[in-house]
């Protein structure tokens, strides 16, 4: 985080909570981070860990039975959890940006893409349509996109997989928002281009100083991409730190075990380090750490709720029973 | 087939005992995919019209051998081919030219017993956990229906060798009378494995086996691949995009790229020092723990339209070194030091 400066995102102890019918469901109870400018932060986690309604709260975009029950979503200082809808669909597309898994989501397939593209423009500004369409089509170009004019004028089934995930991060980008959150962009995507995508990625955040919050399943992808990692688990942030710290030294068992459970060239045909049972239900999830059913580490002192710890180099990490740093040998 | 094995030099050398023909082999295999003209079209073809059947070379004159014990992994992008191909070798797929050699003979010539058990060696084990079972079937129906089919287990042994199956998946056999909906995706992968081991293959085509799973969760079912192959003396065709797993469990890697084999190299030999500038992008790109704030260079362009690929190399419009006479004349894939073969003009340089 650039110290004096006010990040650009920062989630204090965000906590959404679904109600339905068979019992509360904490997705996210309990993430603080922050983001600041030109910055990646990678929110790390399994399916279930709350990651994609983090990026959902933030956007308000989570549905009923759901509700943002606590914390504050605090955007350049302005507090977005008790925002009205209107102010939200202000700031939605134009400061704050979301690329989604499938680029489907974000395009309607019977619109031609300029269509699509000037609309999201005139939107929120007040230009001319053919200053909309000269805007859309340098974003093409920024993404990597060859001869715009003609892709502007095609419909977004004759593209390819990762062709749409890029009309779709020039969406996003159109209105030159200060935050974006991408809910796992490249995971339908080739590794060829995947790396494509996340070349342009970094590149926007270094050209244009957008913060960027990049949700994935797949450490390897933030390893290379992201400046600081959020691990989370069972609704919680259990860890976070810059890539380094966090890849090189894990403080939780939990992140401890993902980053021994992937596969890496020099323990080829050894055993991989396997973290027992599976990711608890969130529904009527028991008080205490979630981890700890799985944890090597556990106590009795894990019965109760860990509270996080700051240290002093930055980091976050929110165990009674880190794992110290000499363990990683 | 004569003439095809006349070629036969250029087959994938098994490193298997002298003498012993491969577990499965395959021989100039290829399939087609035509989309034929309807009935508009016929017409207009016959008025002179320029319309064409559609044809997709899927896979195109591989040829690939598999030693019993082996690992063998299958790489490869969206539409390169590795899942049809992966699929000819289960029996699901019939080829559209070429041969599948079980033990040395034909899988097309033989019948009766010998076709039985030749298509009994050979498993499959899908992608996606949750489309690849019936969700109307139990476990039990599900792990142990072909093995009852095919008389492997008596009426009165069923149950015993079905818990059988059921442990050595990582499976609580309590739990074999619920439906698939129950399980969790981990679990669900687990069922699959051991409907496929049911039937004591000794080769199991493995698409994309871990793919649909989470980090914690496929290093579990890596795990359970290879105990069952110690175990079992298991032989694997494991086809999958993500380099990292591949190179982790597989003695030897082939790669694919729009339906031909580039390259195919034992593990070590071909992450240290790969020979095809495709293999060389891909590896480059693979995202890894160690490559922090990497600047990535990717490769330009999209992967091409199986519909329509390049002439010559498919590779060569993506190609860094693509010469002239790649755009004219598809490489072969030759030997280019043993046990390794590649596919490109630059080593006849």
């Given at each position: 985080?650039?110290?004096?400066?006010?990040?650009?995102?920062?989630?204090?102890?965000?906590?959404?909570?679904?109600?339905?019918?068979?019992?509360?469901?904490?997705?996210?109870?309990?993430?603080?981070?922050?983001?600041?400018?030109?910055?990646?932060?990678?929110?790390?986690?399994?399916?279930?860990?709350?990651?994609?309604?983090?990026?959902?709260?933030?956007?308000?975009?989570?549905?009923?039975?759901?509700?943002?029950?606590?914390?504050?979503?605090?955007?350049?200082?302005?507090?977005?959890?008790?925002?009205?809808?209107?102010?939200?669909?202000?700031?939605?597309?134009?400061?704050?940006?979301?690329?989604?898994?499938?680029?489907?989501?974000?395009?309607?397939?019977?619109?031609?893409?300029?269509?699509?593209?000037?609309?999201?423009?005139?939107?929120?500004?007040?230009?001319?349509?053919?200053?909309?369409?000269?805007?859309?089509?340098?974003?093409?170009m920024r993404v990597g996109i060859a001869s715009p004019d003609e892709r502007l004028r095609s419909y977004p089934h004759q593209f390819s997989g990762g062709?749409?995930?890029?009309?779709?991060?020039?969406?996003?980008?159109?209105?030159?928002?200060?935050?974006?959150?991408?809910?796992?962009?490249?995971?339908?995507?080739?590794?060829?281009?995947?790396?494509?995508?996340?070349?342009?990625?970094?590149?926007?955040?270094?050209?244009?100083?957008?913060?960027?919050?990049?949700?994935?399943?797949?450490?390897?992808?933030?390893?290379?991409?992201?400046?600081?990692?959020?691990?989370?688990?069972?609704?919680?942030?259990?860890?976070?730190?810059?890539?380094?710290?966090?890849?090189?030294?894990?403080?939780?068992?939990?992140?401890?075990?993902?980053?021994?459970?992937?596969?890496?060239?020099?323990?080829?045909?050894?055993?991989?380090?396997?973290?027992?049972?599976?990711?608890?239900?969130?529904?009527?999830?028991?008080?205490?750490?979630?981890?700890?059913?799985?944890?090597?580490?556990?106590?009795?002192?894990?019965?109760?709720?860990?509270?996080?710890?700051?240290?002093?180099?930055?980091?976050?990490?929110?165990?009674?029973?880190?794992?110290?740093?000499?363990?990683?040998? | 087939?004569?003439?095809?094995?006349?070629?036969?030099?250029?087959?994938?050398?098994?490193?298997?005992?002298?003498?012993?023909?491969?577990?499965?082999?395959?021989?100039?295999?290829?399939?087609?995919?035509?989309?034929?003209?309807?009935?508009?079209?016929?017409?207009?073809?016959?008025?002179?019209?320029?319309?064409?059947?559609?044809?997709?070379?899927?896979?195109?004159?591989?040829?690939?051998?598999?030693?019993?014990?082996?690992?063998?992994?299958?790489?490869?992008?969206?539409?390169?081919?590795?899942?049809?191909?992966?699929?000819?070798?289960?029996?699901?797929?019939?080829?559209?030219?070429?041969?599948?050699?079980?033990?040395?003979?034909?899988?097309?010539?033989?019948?009766?017993?010998?076709?039985?058990?030749?298509?009994?060696?050979?498993?499959?084990?899908?992608?996606?956990?949750?489309?690849?079972?019936?969700?109307?079937?139990r476990v039990a129906d599900i792990v142990g229906e072909a093995a009852r089919v095919h008389g492997l287990v008596d009426a009165a042994g069923f149950d015993?060798?079905?818990?059988?199956?059921?442990?050595?998946?990582?499976?609580?056999?309590?739990?074999?009378?619920?439906?698939?909906?129950?399980?969790?995706?981990?679990?669900?992968?687990?069922?699959?494995?051991?409907?496929?081991?049911?039937?004591?293959?000794?080769?199991?085509?493995?698409?994309?086996?871990?793919?649909?799973?989470?980090?914690?969760?496929?290093?579990?079912?890596?795990?359970?691949?290879?105990?069952?192959?110690?175990?079992?003396?298991?032989?694997?065709?494991?086809?999958?995009?993500?380099?990292?797993?591949?190179?982790?469990?597989?003695?030897?890697?082939?790669?694919?790229?729009?339906?031909?084999?580039?390259?195919?190299?034992?593990?070590?030999?071909?992450?240290?020092?790969?020979?095809?500038?495709?293999?060389?992008?891909?590896?480059?790109?693979?995202?890894?723990?160690?490559?922090?704030?990497?600047?990535?260079?990717?490769?330009?362009?999209?992967?091409?339209?199986?519909?329509?690929?390049?002439?010559?190399?498919?590779?060569?419009?993506?190609?860094?070194?693509?010469?002239?006479?790649?755009?004219?004349?598809?490489?072969?894939?030759?030997?280019?030091?043993?046990?390794?073969?590649?596919?490109?003009?630059?080593?006849?340089?």
């Amino acid at each position: 985080m650039n110290a004096g400066k006010q990040p650009t995102l920062e989630v204090e102890d965000l906590r959404t909570h679904f109600f339905t019918k068979a019992g509360v469901v904490k997705a996210v109870d309990g993430v603080s981070f922050a983001v600041g400018q030109g910055e990646v932060l990678g929110l790390v986690g399994e399916s279930g860990s709350g990651k994609s309604v983090t990026g959902f709260s933030i956007l308000g975009l989570v549905d009923p039975p759901g509700r943002v029950v606590g914390g504050r979503i605090l955007f350049k200082g302005e507090d977005l959890v008790p925002l009205g809808e209107d102010r939200m669909r202000a700031l939605r597309g134009s400061r704050i940006a979301m690329i989604f898994q499938d680029p489907m989501m974000t395009l309607n397939p019977v619109l031609r893409v300029d269509t699509q593209m000037i609309e999201a423009i005139l939107a929120h500004r007040k230009v001319s349509k053919a200053a909309a369409y000269d805007r859309a089509r340098e974003t093409l170009m920024r993404v990597g996109i060859a001869s715009p004019d003609e892709r502007l004028r095609s419909y977004p089934h004759q593209f390819s997989g990762g062709m749409r995930q890029r009309v779709a991060i020039a969406i996003a980008l159109l209105n030159e928002p200060d935050l974006i959150i991408a809910d796992e962009p490249t995971t339908a995507l080739d590794v060829t281009i995947q790396a494509q995508i996340l070349y342009e990625a970094q590149k926007l955040c270094r050209e244009t100083g957008t913060a960027l919050i990049w949700i994935t399943h797949d450490l390897t992808v933030v390893a290379g991409l992201a400046d600081r990692i959020c691990v989370m688990y069972a609704g919680r942030d259990v860890e976070q730190g810059t890539v380094d710290q966090v890849l090189d030294h894990p403080l939780h068992p939990y992140t401890h075990g993902l980053i021994g459970s992937v596969p890496s060239r020099n323990r080829r045909g050894a055993r991989l380090q396997q973290i027992p049972g599976m990711t608890p239900s969130l529904l009527n999830l028991a008080p205490g750490c979630a981890f700890r059913s799985r944890c090597p580490r556990a106590t009795d002192r894990c019965e109760a709720e860990p509270t996080v710890t700051m240290r002093g180099d930055g980091r976050r990490v929110r165990c009674f029973n880190p794992v110290d740093a000499d363990v990683s040998a | 087939m004569s003439v095809l094995e006349s070629q036969s030099s250029t087959r994938v050398v098994p490193g298997s005992a002298a003498g012993e023909p491969p577990l499965i082999e395959v021989r100039h295999l290829s399939k087609r995919f035509v989309k034929a003209l309807d009935l508009a079209e016929k017409i207009a073809a016959r008025l002179g019209a320029d319309v064409h059947e559609e044809v997709v070379h899927a896979v195109d004159d591989v040829s690939l051998a598999v030693s019993k014990g082996e690992v063998v992994g299958l790489v490869g992008e969206s539409g390169c081919g590795k899942s049809t191909l992966g699929r000819m070798v289960a029996g699901i797929l019939a080829p559209s030219s070429g041969e599948i050699l079980y033990r040395g003979s034909d899988r097309a010539t033989l019948d009766g017993a010998a076709a039985r058990r030749a298509a009994l060696a050979v498993q499959m084990i899908f992608q996606d956990p949750f489309a690849s079972l019936n969700p109307r079937m139990r476990v039990a129906d599900i792990v142990g229906e072909a093995a009852r089919v095919h008389g492997l287990v008596d009426a009165a042994g069923f149950d015993a060798y079905l818990d059988e199956v059921l442990r050595q998946c990582g499976l609580d056999p309590s739990f074999k009378r619920r439906y698939p909906h129950q399980f969790s995706g981990g679990q669900r992968q687990r069922i699959g494995i051991a409907r496929a081991l049911a039937v004591k293959p000794e080769f199991i085509v493995c698409d994309e086996s871990v793919a649909a799973l989470d980090v914690s969760i496929q290093a579990q079912i890596l795990n359970l691949f290879m105990d069952l192959r110690e175990s079992l003396g298991l032989t694997y065709l494991f086809i999958s995009h993500d380099l990292g797993v591949v190179e982790h469990l597989s003695d030897r890697v082939v790669i694919m790229y729009l339906g031909r084999v580039v390259e195919s190299a034992p593990t070590e030999a071909l992450f240290d020092e790969a020979n095809h500038p495709y293999t060389q992008a891909l590896l480059r790109e693979v995202p890894r723990l160690e490559s922090r704030h990497s600047s990535f260079e990717p490769i330009k362009g999209e992967i091409p339209s199986p519909l329509d690929p390049p002439p010559g190399c498919h590779f060569h419009p993506r190609c860094p070194h693509a010469m002239a006479r790649c755009r004219e004349e598809a490489p072969a894939l030759r030997e280019i030091a043993p046990g390794r073969m590649s596919a490109c003009h630059l080593n006849d340089g």
